[in-house]
């Protein structure tokens, strides 16, 4: 191959963003340094289009050798809080993944921006308004028709900076005024029409406390944010391709010769079946109590699926998987469900539970006798070596893997059939025995000792292998089977006067009382496991010394995609 079908290659193996990049640092922009951004609102806990972006931003920077910042963009009072700060910089460590430096707030800046708003008025580019929200809307015109002009546009410089003062030493009421920058009434972009840059909170500051009675906008803040910190590629979703032009007007009026100068790149979000990611629809499921909190593990946010069980690998690997694409798409929630199957396959212990228990009496097994048994941690890494399970005359089975009149295809537990026992023996059943009421309360089995460990002694087949739990040595644990939040792929699809809410799924959480092999008792929590052929788990923040509680994961298979398809 050539070097120049190489270099052709390899520009096709890169996403669109990379090859900006690329071609910034091959032009020497910028001094060919990268510095990138994540700049969340911390008004709520981050979810997993926010882990994408998280992982785009800090992931360019460490594939060209630069650096990202955590950024606050606290300029809403009102509705943030140092637990979402909090949370956020939790996350973003989890996810692995570390920002340059300490992290930073739009509020260090409240100074610098307040300076440059000032600098706009004495330029003839701001103006104080005295419009009033409805007004302002109401002037802006439609995107078929310009606006009309404030009549407060052109009044004198110095008023305007007198004004805008008395704003800021909260001399003025709420609602009464705002600073408009002076650009385009009849500008064919809305945001162009002489936008917002600041207007009047009487709310104290988490961070500043009551120091400032005016905020900027988010518009006005953040191109100056990234300015002022050197952001090179200020990268954001595509909700925000229309805001560009008024971020790059703010940067022209302010940026210096010889300076870096952020350009704003916007990529699609991420959208995802059965799934919610409108950070106001989250939080009512919250304060609606139709979830446990922010970290339920039925929804979509990071801790809510490290909560889970869901690893920081499989979140990254997944975000790989679905690429960094120019336009919306829907990507099926079977595959981040794939992924950290994927991830858990590799590296989760296994050990048997039976979340269903029928017991299972071994009639010709030494009443008095418990043996201890060799199993496997994980076939997939040796490394992780084996474990001892007891094993005794009466064990638990899942009801499942027994019928009484079973069909040929069944190769579980049935009358006078044999199947093995994982890591133990094969059993036979000989007698099925029943409560008054016909309800089947255990199984009567042989075994065969000379097929220990479920090894075959004279080369019989036997197709069925059973997981099971010693009945006199097991942990009791409460498992919490949680499945998708939502029962249909679009939740915001809803029939005339329905609501989101009418799509949650009634199934999404159910909670049993299993049985586990003794082993979890020393398991840490959080841990994650692989009960054989049930799925993964792992150990939730419940737990206590007196019980131990297990979340599901995931199931060993998209059992969703059997539902859709029978649907279809």
Same mark, same amino acid.
């Given at each position: 191959?050539?070097?120049?079908?190489?270099?052709?290659?390899?520009?096709?193996?890169?996403?669109?963003?990379?090859?900006?990049?690329?071609?910034?640092?091959?032009?020497?922009?910028?001094?060919?340094?990268?510095?990138?951004?994540?700049?969340?609102?911390?008004?709520?806990? *981050?979810?997993?289009?926010?882990?994408?972006?998280?992982? *785009?931003?800090?992931?360019?920077?460490?594939?060209?050798?630069?650096?990202?910042?955590?950024?606050?963009?606290?300029?809403?009072?009102?509705?943030?809080?140092?637990?979402?700060?909090?949370?956020?910089?939790?996350?973003?460590?989890?996810?692995?993944?570390?920002?340059?430096?300490?992290?930073?707030?739009?509020?260090?800046?409240?100074?610098?921006?307040?300076?440059?708003?000032?600098?706009?008025?004495?330029?003839?580019?701001?103006?104080?308004?005295?419009?009033?929200?409805?007004?302002?809307?109401?002037?802006?015109?439609?995107?078929?028709?310009?606006?009309?002009?404030?009549?407060?546009?052109?009044?004198?410089?110095?008023?305007? *900076?007198?004004?805008?003062?008395?704003?800021?030493?909260?001399?003025?009421?709420?609602?009464?005024?705002?600073?408009? +920058?002076?650009?385009?009434?009849?500008?064919?972009?809305?945001?162009?029409?002489?936008?917002?840059?600041?207007?009047?909170?009487?709310?104290?500051?988490?961070?500043?406390?009551?120091?400032?009675?005016?905020?900027?906008?988010?518009?006005?803040?953040?191109?100056?944010?990234?300015?002022?910190?050197?952001?090179?590629?200020?990268?954001?979703?595509?909700?925000?391709?229309?805001?560009?032009?008024?971020?790059?007007?703010?940067?022209?009026?302010?940026?210096?010769?010889?300076?870096?100068?952020?350009?704003?790149?916007?990529?699609?979000?991420?959208?995802?079946?059965?799934?919610?990611?409108?950070?106001?629809?989250?939080?009512?499921?919250?304060?609606?109590?139709?979830?446990?909190?922010?970290?339920?593990?039925?929804?979509?946010?990071?801790?809510?699926?490290?909560?889970?069980?869901?690893?920081?690998?499989?979140?990254?690997?997944?975000?790989?998987?679905?690429?960094?694409?120019?336009?919306?798409?829907?990507?099926?929630?079977?595959?981040?469900?794939?992924?950290?199957?994927?991830?858990?396959?590799?590296?989760?212990?296994?050990?048997?539970?039976?979340?269903?228990?029928?017991?299972?009496?071994?009639?010709?097994?030494?009443?008095?006798?418990?043996?201890?048994?060799?199993?496997?941690?994980?076939?997939?890494?040796?490394?992780?070596?084996?474990?001892?399970?007891?094993?005794?005359?009466?064990?638990?089975?899942?009801?499942?893997?027994?019928?009484?009149?079973?069909?040929?295809?069944?190769?579980?537990? +049935?009358?006078?059939?044999?199947?093995?026992?994982?890591?133990?023996?094969?059993?036979?059943?000989?007698?099925?025995?029943?409560?008054?009421?016909?309800?089947?309360?255990?199984?009567?089995?042989?075994?065969?000792?000379?097929?220990?460990?479920?090894?075959?002694?004279?080369?019989?087949?036997?197709?069925?292998?059973?997981?099971?739990?010693?009945?006199?040595?097991?942990?009791?644990?409460?498992?919490?089977?949680?499945?998708?939040?939502?029962?249909?792929?679009?939740?915001?699809?809803?029939?005339?006067?329905?609501?989101?809410?009418?799509?949650?799924?009634?199934?999404?959480?159910?909670?049993?009382?299993?049985?586990?092999?003794?082993?979890?008792?020393?398991?840490?929590?959080?841990?994650?496991?692989?009960?054989?052929?049930?799925?993964?788990?792992?150990?939730?923040?419940?737990?206590?010394?007196?019980?131990?509680?297990?979340?599901?994961?995931?199931?060993?298979?998209?059992?969703?995609?059997?539902?859709?398809?029978?649907?279809?």
């Amino acid at each position: 191959m050539s070097n120049k079908e190489e270099a052709i290659e390899k520009k096709e193996s890169l996403n669109f963003i990379e090859q900006i990049i690329e071609e910034d640092i091959a032009n020497n922009k910028n001094g060919g340094v990268i510095v990138t951004r994540f700049p969340p609102e911390p008004n709520g806990y *981050l979810h997993i289009g926010h882990a994408k972006s998280i992982c *785009l931003n800090f992931g360019l920077a460490q594939k060209y050798n630069g650096a990202t910042n955590l950024r606050f963009d606290d300029t809403n009072p009102t509705k943030e809080d140092i637990e979402y700060v909090d949370s956020i910089k939790k996350d973003v460590e989890w996810l692995g993944f570390k920002w340059e430096d300490k992290e930073l707030y739009t509020s260090d800046y409240f100074d610098k921006i307040y300076g440059f708003a000032v600098d706009l008025i004495k330029a003839g580019k701001a103006y104080v308004c005295e419009q009033t929200a409805e007004e302002v809307a109401q002037f802006k015109g439609t995107p078929t028709q310009p606006g009309k002009e404030s009549p407060w546009r052109n009044r004198p410089i110095e008023e305007s *900076l007198q004004l805008f003062e008395k704003m800021k030493n909260g001399e003025i009421d709420e609602g009464k005024m705002s600073l408009r +920058a002076k650009i385009d009434m009849a500008s064919p972009n809305m945001h162009m029409r002489d936008p917002l840059m600041y207007r009047i909170k009487k709310d104290s500051h988490h961070r500043t406390g009551d120091k400032w009675n005016i905020y900027p906008m988010y518009d006005f803040a953040h191109g100056q944010s990234d300015y002022i910190e050197g952001i090179t590629h200020s990268i954001c979703t595509l909700e925000f391709e229309v805001h560009r032009p008024l971020y790059n007007w703010f940067l022209d009026q302010i940026a210096e010769e010889g300076k870096v100068r952020p350009r704003q790149i916007e990529f699609a979000r991420l959208n995802m079946t059965y799934t919610i990611m409108s950070k106001r629809k989250l939080l009512q499921l919250v304060e609606e109590k139709h979830v446990s909190g922010w970290d339920d593990p039925r929804m979509p946010t990071v801790s809510g699926l490290r909560r889970r069980g869901y690893t920081a690998e499989s979140i990254r690997n997944f975000a790989d998987k679905i690429g960094v694409a120019k336009r919306n798409n829907i990507i099926d929630v079977s595959l981040l469900e794939f992924s950290v199957r994927e991830d858990l396959n590799k590296k989760a212990k296994r050990v048997m539970g039976v979340l269903n228990p029928l017991k299972v009496v071994i009639t010709n097994y030494d009443e008095d006798k418990t043996e201890e048994l060799t199993a496997i941690n994980n076939p997939e890494d040796e490394t992780m070596g084996s474990r001892s399970i007891p094993f005794s005359r009466e064990i638990y089975i899942e009801q499942d893997d027994f019928m009484e009149d079973a069909p040929k295809k069944f190769f579980r537990l +049935a009358p006078g059939r044999e199947v093995r026992l994982r890591y133990a023996y094969f059993i036979t059943c000989n007698d099925v025995i029943k409560d008054d009421n016909g309800t089947i309360t255990e199984l009567h089995c042989t075994y065969d000792p000379l097929s220990k460990g479920g090894k075959s002694p004279d080369g019989r087949k036997v197709k069925g292998t059973l997981h099971w739990v010693d009945a006199n040595n097991n942990i009791k644990a409460e498992v919490r089977l949680y499945d998708r939040l939502f029962k249909t792929e679009n939740p915001d699809i809803v029939d005339e006067g329905g609501h989101f809410l009418d799509n949650i799924n009634p199934d999404s959480l159910t909670k049993i009382e299993g049985i586990i092999e003794p082993s979890v008792k020393i398991a840490k929590i959080g841990e994650n496991f692989q009960f054989e052929r049930l799925g993964y788990f792992c150990i939730d923040d419940d737990t206590t010394s007196e019980k131990i509680v297990f979340n599901r994961t995931v199931t060993l298979r998209d059992s969703w995609s059997k539902i859709s398809n029978k649907r279809k």
